[in-house]
T-cell receptor, first 116, second 115 residues
């Protein structure tokens, strides 16, 4: 069965520090998607990135970067030079293509607090 | 373009009452999902539809929960009778599944409190 583990429950950093959020997944599918969502204090779920299992190229978007490693089943998220506005709960999620199960399996989330 | 729309945003009701949550997916999307978020269980799938047909309802807690999608632009999640343990945030999400994309976009959620 599919599973997503975010071992870090809460991380606190000071503004301008870099921070990495860990995500480890389990799946029997060879074709799957991985996602990161942000949930700010207002409560909505904001899509950040989707990664196809065939594409292990790392991605950078501004201060955000993602490191996908199939060998370790990890999809880690790094925020460079963190800002107070980055304070939120971040969720990693998985959907499986081969089984046809389109629903997302979420990790338990990591709460990031960025102190000024 | 409008995102996923959910109503109401907040609902407070008393135990035993019927509750109906509503969702309008993004136009053109062919999948619709209902998730529930609680402190104890995190984010979990309740049910999802493809082209208005329920595909997987294994996450629906019990017979008190039911969901419908009468057309491509509207879905409801009904709880009858409601219980305090149903208190949670209920999210609706939609997606368009193509060969190279499968991203779910979420509505703002409905915060349900059952007293």
């Amino acid at each position: 069965a599919q599973k997503v583990t975010q071992a870090q429950t809460e991380i606190s950093v000071v503004e301008k520090e870099d921070v990495t959020l860990d995500c480890v997944y389990e799946t029997r599918d060879t074709t799957y998607y991985l996602f990161w969502y942000k949930q700010p204090p207002s409560g909505e779920l904001v899509f950040l990135i989707r990664r196809n299992s065939f594409d292990e190229q790392n991605e950078i978007s501004g201060r955000y970067s993602w490191n996908f490693q199939k060998s370790t089943s990890s999809f880690n998220f790094t925020i460079t030079a963190s800002q107070v506005v980055d304070s939120a709960v971040y969720f990693c999620a998985l959907s499986e293509v081969e089984t046809g199960r389109r629903a997302l399996t979420f990790g338990s989330g990591t709460r990031l607090q960025v102190q000024p | 373009d409008a995102g996923v729309i959910q109503s109401p945003r907040h609902e407070v009701t008393e135990m035993g009452q019927e509750v109906t949550l509503r969702c309008k997916p993004i136009s053109g999307h062919d999948y619709l999902f209902w998730y529930r978020q609680t402190m104890m269980r995190g984010l979990e799938l309740l049910i999802y539809f493809n082209n208005n047909v329920p595909i997987d309802d294994s996450g629906m807690p019990e017979d008190r929960f039911s969901a419908k999608m009468p057309n491509a632009s509207f879905s409801t999640l009904k709880i009858q009778p409601s219980e305090p343990r149903d208190s949670a945030v209920y999210f609706c999400a939609s997606s368009l599944v193509l060969i190279s994309t499968d991203t779910q976009y979420f509505g703002p959620g409905t915060r349900l409190t059952v007293l």
